[in-house]
């Protein structure tokens, strides 16, 4: 395992230059590797190791659009596709990758096919973390370990194509072969991770739901909807509020953050910019700190796991949360990026003008 110094602390990272595909496919060569799930993140992990060389099936409810999908993915019933409790019996390394509501109703059932020897895997620190809240104990005799992919299961899939990798985390809950290393390591390098770095079950969880609900998805949509309010109501139009809070940002400015970090982004402004970001910037640190201190200490209490429990497990929830969605796509400014977008070059075709002037309605 490399030590690689990330900002003057030294970590373990495993590359793929150290763990290249070749031994990850050695290590997995006698395993049959059961997806269980084919939501978001099971296509794209069920898919990368197919195309590595790995002997995968997928586990999925029958009469459902995920198994259909499956099968349009090139999973085929009976062979590389079966019902849940047939995959988890014919698995030797379980990947459980149902929603983590999902996962406590499915638990029993895994459970009895959890024979000695076998492996669980996850890709979320959620199920064995909170455990008094989702009755995840898995028997002592089997490995337990997840790998738990920095982005999206479509951006996993993406960038696999693109010939890229996602970078993942990974960690090991319960080592009871003494291969739970390797077993490990070799799918996290099979699902297309671009490299692994080390983690355990608390602090994945803790961190992973801290970001989702902080910079990587809460706090930006609060930030976007705030600035967004303040330039509409000073008599800014749609069109400059969005392209000055979302497009912007997304198009130009990250893309340059992604390639060369913060300090590069500002070099690549007007000094009148970079005057004005620095000045500013730690205002806002100062004014999101008590929110992220909220959020983390909510996390850690278990009380963002329970709500997540409690209203994941409804018999509607898909439904709920599409009424939640069609608000944010609903609103003025995400309808404004709609349009915004259809103006992109590389989108304009005819169905861009049926966008604006549905815009131009719908605002005026
Ligand atoms: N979505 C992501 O990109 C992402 C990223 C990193 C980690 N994760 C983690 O990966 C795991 C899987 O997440 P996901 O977002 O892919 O899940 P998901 O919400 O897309 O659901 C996955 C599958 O669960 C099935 N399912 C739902 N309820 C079920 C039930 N009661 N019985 C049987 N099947 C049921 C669905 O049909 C679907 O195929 C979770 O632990 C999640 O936290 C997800
Ligand atoms: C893709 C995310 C936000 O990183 C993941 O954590 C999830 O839960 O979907
Ligand atoms: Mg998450
Ligand atoms: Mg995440």
Redesign the pocket.
Known sequence: MAKLNFGGVEENVVTRDEFPLAKAQEVLKDEVVAV???????P?QALNQKENGVNVIVG??KN????DKAVSDGFVPGETLFD?EEALQRGTIIC????????I??WPTVKKHLTPGKALY???G??ITYNEQTGIVPPKDVDVFLV?????????RRMFLQGRGLNSSYAIFQDATGRAYERVVALGIAIGSGYLFETDFRKEVFS?LTGERGTLMGAIQGIFAAQYQVLRSKGHSPSESFNETVEELTQSLMPLVAENGMDWMYANCSTTAQRGALDWWKKFRDATLPVFTDLYESVAAGKEAAKSIES?SKPDYREKLEVELAELRDSEMWRAGKTVRSLRPENQEPAAEENQEAFVEAVI
Do not use: C, E, M
């Open positions: 269980i799930g084919y939501g978001v993140q099971g794209g999925q409810r459902s659009k995920s198994w849940i459980y990758l149902l929603s983590d509501a999902a996962q109703q499915l996850f890709s979320h959620f199920g738990a992919p920095k982005g999206s299961g479509t951006s996993l992973d994941n």
